[in-house]
């Protein structure tokens, strides 16, 4: 029960109307949780920061998306929990790898699909990634998720959008 804390507290932020026609969870993997979205319709892996430095400002996390109609496949997306200063780099670090990512305010992505298919790959073999960066106050953004269940997490997004188009 400890390890799906994170998702139903990302579910209890959601709003209520999305929630009434709300996703499909197509499984829990540990920390991770595969979701599908029929109104989209698109499907995501997701999971809530294991570490925040500080006090979060809103419900950081995590995500890798499909969205078959829009030909978009393996997506990554970070939701920061605190808002990012303007022209502070944003700081992805799995395993021994790191990634610059683009994005704005608490928002942050790869800047190509060659950079989410390497974050995805990195994602597989990795325990842990974090995000970093600096608050508009002159704070730390640090965000630590486990990985543990993310790549079984991925697969299931991928499959439950298979065959959406």
Not at 17 to 43: E, N, S
């Amino acid at each position: 029960m400890r390890r799906w804390a994170p998702l139903f507290l990302i579910a209890a932020a959601m709003p209520v109307a999305a929630l009434a026609a709300g996703p499909t969870a197509l499984g829990i993997f540990d920390g991770w949780g595969a979701f599908r979205d029929p109104r989209a319709p698109r499907c995501y892996a997701l999971a809530a920061p294991a570490a925040t430095i500080g006090t979060p400002k809103v419900k950081a996390y995590a995500s890798i998306g499909y969205w078959p109609k829009s030909r978009i496949r393996g997506q990554f997306y970070v939701r920061l929990s605190k808002e990012r200063a303007a022209g502070r780099e944003l700081r992805l670090t799995i395993g021994s790898r790191r990634f610059i990512l683009t994005g704005n305010g608490a928002h942050g992505w790869a800047s190509d699909p060659r950079m989410d298919a390497a974050i995805v790959a990195a994602m597989r073999s990795a325990p842990s990634m974090s995000v970093e960066s600096g608050t508009v106050t002159g704070g730390a953004i640090a965000d630590t998720y486990r990985l543990r269940g993310a790549a079984t997490a991925i697969d299931a997004a991928a499959l439950g959008c298979a065959k959406l188009r």
